[in-house]
């Protein structure tokens, strides 16, 4: 007997992020949506936003689905990695005699509920109680979701995002969030069809940086970031002439700065595209910015100040 279509652990982690920033997205567009009407911060707007929230319950509800079938594959995935055949722990299998091929994906794999204690088992890197409570409470969130057509329970808008940065830390640690964010998007056929003129995954990204920003507090942002909210940002040049697009250029963004300089080093170290870039420390030469990180003249770079993102003359 031959097994086939045994899971691989890459394929289901990336379908794991897939559906980890399925949730983002939507969360951002809750947000997007109420603030073309109410501009500036949701907390300025507290009774609208409260009426808007209560109204939007079952966004949330499917941002919880998605968040929860999302751990669970990423679960799936970390045990794949140590042994594809982990997944069919305790489902009693009978093999009868077979001839030729057996397919992996009509076998019955592990239930979701006894995913956390295998990982914790055959793992080495092990999960949290903390993770395993949060995970637990958005499985019986989901269940109910599913058996009753709605969780029957109103869903805080702050616990949505808390669990959705505490999952990412968990689940694949720190200061990975935005390079898997623009990995995961470039995959989306729509870029198929794209002849670059509107800027490729990144600019995705980048455009949701206000809101999610904003919505986010100072240890979430540490959370999926690894840098302080409070340290001050700077352009990166990688990023924002790759997500440049016809319609939009970023220089005038400040929420799209996603670099910060080095401690103790000639360097600034992008959280989007992970790359490090030499800089000088000289002051900008256009009257008004008060930068002084420029580019090292020594890297191939059309631009000069990482503050304000003037060009090189
Ligand atoms: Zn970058
Ligand atoms: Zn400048």
Known sequence: MTIVNVPSAEKLNDLALALYFDAWERLYRIHESFLNFYPGKASSWPNEWKKYTEASSRDFETIINLVAQSAEIAMKSKLCSVSP????????????????????????????????????????????????????????????????????????????????????????GEGNFFSEWVRISSRDPHFLFDDGSGGDSRSRVLDSLDIILEIITKSQFKKITGVSKSKRRYYCFRCTAKGKSDYKDYFFEDSCKTAYLLDGEDQIYCFMCKGRFDIIREKCDDCGCPGDVISSPHIKCDFHCHSCGRDRE
């Open 85 to 172: 055949f982990l997944l069919l722990l305790g489902q009693g299998l009978s093999f009868k005699r077979v001839d030729g091929e057996l397919d992996f994906s009509e076998l019955r794999t592990i239930d979701s509920v006894d995913l956390p204690g295998v990982v914790n088992a055959f793992c080495p890197e092990k999960l949290t109680d903390s993770f395993i409570q949060d995970f637990n409470k958005v499985r019986r969130l989901r269940n109910k979701s599913v058996h009753l057509g709605e969780a029957s329970e109103s869903i805080d808008p702050r616990y949505v995002v808390d669990v959705l940065v505490n999952f990412f830390h968990h689940l694949w």
